[in-house]
């Protein structure tokens, strides 16, 4: 499935973005991206990419100009991800999209992409009759702009951990599909 997006702002020229299942052919630019906004996710192998995108639910880039600029990874419950903080949704939620990460381009971001991905995400949501969206932003140190974001989207906090050897906070938040 593909689909192309409109930035909705209208004072700059309009942009298309295309949303297309990634394969491995993307590894290399997902990864690039990844180590260019390390400081707000947690580093990524090409190994942990690979073995991501085998449990992931959806694993999807977003092209323009047949550059990547951005993409996202999720994952339903029950799978044997060993991240901290997906166990911690598992422990508490039976059913779930867990969003491992999105990543934007710097020179993407402020463009309205994240907006659509997120509107992509809650759709996917709704057509799979999965109630619950779970996300984590660091608190420690603070991700302003992702903790504003995601409260405009409707997360909510439902919890708080410790990670990266208690160097790191993480807010746990939750979102209510209907």
């Given at each position: ?31 690039a991206l990844n ?59 039976p059913t779930f ?25 809650f759709a996917y ?54």
């Amino acid at each position: 499935m593909s689909q192309i997006l409109k930035k909705p702002t209208k004072q700059q020229d309009p942009m298309d973005f295309s949303i297309i299942d990634a394969n491995a052919s993307h590894h290399e630019e997902v990864l690039a991206l990844n180590e260019n906004l390390v400081h707000y996710l947690s580093p990524l192998s090409l190994k942990e990419l690979q073995s991501l995108a085998d449990q992931s639910d959806l694993f999807k880039v977003v092209v323009q100009n047949g550059k990547v600029v951005g993409f996202f990874i999720s994952l339903r419950e029950g799978q044997p991800y060993k991240s901290v903080n997906y166990r911690w949704f598992s422990q508490r939620y039976p059913t779930f999209l867990y969003i491992d990460r999105i990543v934007i381009s710097q020179e993407m971001h402020g463009k309205g992409l994240g907006k659509a991905l997120y509107q992509y995400l809650f759709a996917y949501a709704r057509e799979k009759g999965i109630t619950k969206i779970a996300a984590e932003i660091y608190s420690q140190p603070p991700n302003m702009v992702s903790l504003k974001f995601h409260k405009a989207t409707g997360f909510v906090e439902v919890g708080r951990q410790m990670t990266a050897d208690s160097t790191k906070e993480v807010s746990m938040q939750l979102k209510e599909i209907q």
